[in-house]
């Protein structure tokens, strides 16, 4: 058997190869996407069509094209994506990183992205087929498995759940309640269109209801965890009807089945309609409801990510006070090298390794081939310097170790805190 690496101050070479490696190929556990399994049939978006119609790329084009937002509504989605690529490929130098994440993934795909011809990335994806393209898909991208935003009110996706659904290991269920949380006045009424006895005052018996219905859908969904996206004004405690939603119905079910409630706080939805699912925008928010949950409620685990950068150190020195609160990702506008960079830095120095660094979010499949890509060479770069610094304090430290520590923060982390019984 041969002795495992140690690396020391005068091994920089080697341990910038073993963190390199360990990042590179350490299976990850993709712990908040939109994607779905197989089953799901056309909810599972793929191809280049969908990659270069993705919301982001969306936002871009209507900064550089003059065409009319209804215009490009009335397209098809392959004349959308023949406008985007025109505009953001050809006319434009694609530098931004939702673009840059295109030709990483034709590129890792194996497609000529010097030769620019959209027609030819076409005609190969036309030749796969699903589901051997998701085996290829999750082996460049080295993920283990993905964990999908399960919405109970998507009339798509409910008869899936509640017809012959063939579970897939890679792929792990969640119970998405946005609507529940953030308009619960018509949320109330489909609840009673599906049998619950709610009433919109949320006394004791629809309270009762509500949890009913949770517990119904955690269980049909197998649910990792609860989730939630919030508003920047998003406050606890107060007198409303998401406070009591949250402290009596999904904090209550939450304990029973032992699942955290995952909060992702601080967007500001639809500022501009005329841009559909691309309208979304953020703001700053207070972390005094998340400080307020952990302490009020120490039997039940958090998950809390942030979309306003200026939030990022608050909820760091939050979660150094509690536990219960495991933070994770660089949500959405913060998925950029230079911003994930400065978060992991500053994770990693607050914290140490009990973060999740990152998650997709992909809504398209291929999307786990850039997105990953893109931040395991930033987690890599940020925990190089990390040892660098140790070891030239004089620590060592050894290849056995920078493994274990890639595989708690690319997944170990998540799973460790789905399994903790407080
Ligand atoms: O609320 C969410 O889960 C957001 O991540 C998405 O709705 C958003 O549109 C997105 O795709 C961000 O990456
Ligand atoms: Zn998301």
Redesign the pocket.
Known sequence: MSTPATFSRSDAVGLRAAVNDAVMTTPITDIHT?LYATDFGELLLWGVDELLTY?YLVAEFFRLSDMPYEQFWSLSKSQQADAIWQCLFIENSPISEACRGVITVLDALGLDVSSRDLKSYREWFAAQETSAHVDRVFEVARLKCAVM?NDPFDPLEQPVWEGDYQTDDRFHGVLRIDPLLNSWESTCNMLQGRNYDVEPTLNKKSRAEVRRFLTDWVKRFKALYMAV?LPPDFALPEESARATLIEECILPVAREFNIPFAM?IG?TRQINPLLR?AG?SVGQSSLLPVEYLCAKYPQNKFMVTTLSREDQHTLCVTARKFRNLLIFGC??FLNNPSIIQEMTEMRLELLGPSIIPQHS?A?VLDQVIYKWAHSRQIIAKVLRHKYADLVESGWTITDAEIKRDAEQLLGGNFWRFIDLKL
């Open positions: 939109h919301h935003t996206s992702m967007v699912l979304d949500w959405w979010d809504r």
